[in-house]
Each structure stands twice: as structure tokens, then as C-alpha cells.
């Protein structure tokens, strides 16, 4: 069974930064693709950045910028690193793993709050 967690939420000034990181734990045998979302309040949940494992990245065009997603294959981790938040980045961020092609997995998520 395969697990994600999420770290490196919190609180953060608007113009501030924070990285996120998103561990797997379990049987992996191949990772696809890593991808990062966010929902906020009363919002639907929405991809914010994805990186396929050829290292091919895609980005939301309203974090375009600003957020860097990046990979580490020996770790299986994903991280996020979010420059010049927005307090409309204010959001639960989830990450999301496709495995083996079929299987996609969710972390529990992680707040963000951007706000003075």
C-alpha cells in the first residue's frame, strides 16, 4: 500500500515563500507523474503544477512564475517551491501521485495561508 506525506504548510506573509514536499512510503514500482493542487474555500480543487517522469513539468497559468515543482526520483518526493504567495494562494494543497500508470494516490494535505 502506498502512502503520501505532506509537509511544509503554515503561515506565510504575502511576498513571503514556502516549500512544500510530499513523501511516498510503500510498494512503488513506477512513478508517473507528481502533481500538486489546491482547493480553497468554497472552491473547487484545482491543479496547481504536475511533473511527469521524464521531468516534463505543467503549470496552473495563475502560478506561472512564481512556483516551481521539482522531483526526486530516489527519494520519491515532490516539492513545491511557491515564491511571491498571494493571499489567493490561500488553500488546502494536496498532492497526487499517478503509480504503475492506473493507480493515483492522494496525500492528506497541507494548509497554506497567505496573510498579514
Known amino acids: 500500500q502506498v502512502q503520501l506525506v505532506e509537509s511544509g504548510g503554515g503561515l506565510v506573509q504575502p511576498g513571503g515563500s514556502l516549500r512544500l514536499s510530499c513523501a511516498a512510503s510503500?510498494?512503488?514500482?513506477?512513478?508517473?507523474?507528481m502533481a500538486w493542487y489546491r482547493q480553497a474555500p468554497g472552491k473547487e480543487r484545482e491543479l496547481v503544477a504536475s511533473i511527469r517522469n521524464v521531468d516534463t513539468t505543467n503549470y496552473a497559468d495563475s502560478v506561472k512564475g512564481r512556483i516551481t515543482i521539482s522531483r526526486d526520483h530516489v527519494k520519491n518526493t515532490v516539492y513545491l517551491q511557491m515564491n511571491n504567495l498571494k493571499p489567493e494562494d490561500t488553500a488546502v494543497y494536496y498532492c497526487?501521485?499517478?503509480?504503475?500508470?492506473?493507480?493515483?494516490?492522494w496525500g492528506q494535505g497541507t494548509l497554506v495561508t497567505v496573510s498579514s
Open positions: 510503500g510498494s512503488i514500482f513506477s512513478i508517473n507523474t
Open positions: 497526487k501521485f499517478l503509480i504503475g500508470g492506473y493507480l493515483e494516490v
